[in-house]
């Protein structure tokens, strides 16, 4: 069974930045597509990065682009999601995910296999 566990959120000012891992265990991480998502309370959850299992693609929802840098370290089991010039509507619960399926891009929730508990990311004006 794979665990996925998110940490690195936590209350910034706007403009601020974070640095969100996502670290696996239970699996061959190399072989997963991994996701970043995120939900604001009272929305669907909502997609905001991916990374291929080689981690020669990346794609991003359009709210991140530029902002938002996802990347992975295969010798750590580990995904990061790096957040940068962060704006209040950025406010949500972070979660990563892992397809294992080899599928790239994966953009909807209802693909992915594993997910993590989630890390609290507010940021205030």
């Known amino acids: 069974q794979v665990q996925l566990v998110e940490s690195g959120g936590g209350s910034v000012q706007a403009g601020g930045s974070l640095r969100l891992s996502c670290a696996a265990s239970?699996?061959?991480?190399?072989?997963?597509?991994m996701g970043w998502f995120r939900q604001a309370p009272g929305k669907e959850r909502e997609f905001v990065a991916a990374?291929?299992?080689?981690?020669?693609?990346?794609d991003y929802a359009d709210s991140g682009k530029g902002r938002f840098t996802i990347s992975r370290d295969d010798g750590k089991n580990t995904v990061y999601l790096r957040l940068t010039s962060l704006k209040p509507e950025d406010t949500a619960v972070y979660y990563c995910?892992?397809?294992?399926?080899?599928?790239?891009?994966?953009?909807?929730?209802?693909?992915?296999?594993?997910w993590g508990q989630g890390t609290q990311v507010t940021v205030s004006s």
């Open positions: 239970g699996g061959t991480f190399s072989s997963y597509t």
């Open positions: 990374i291929s299992w080689s981690g020669g693609s990346t």
């Open positions: 995910a892992a397809d294992n399926l080899r599928h790239f891009p994966v953009l909807k929730p209802g693909e992915y296999d594993y």
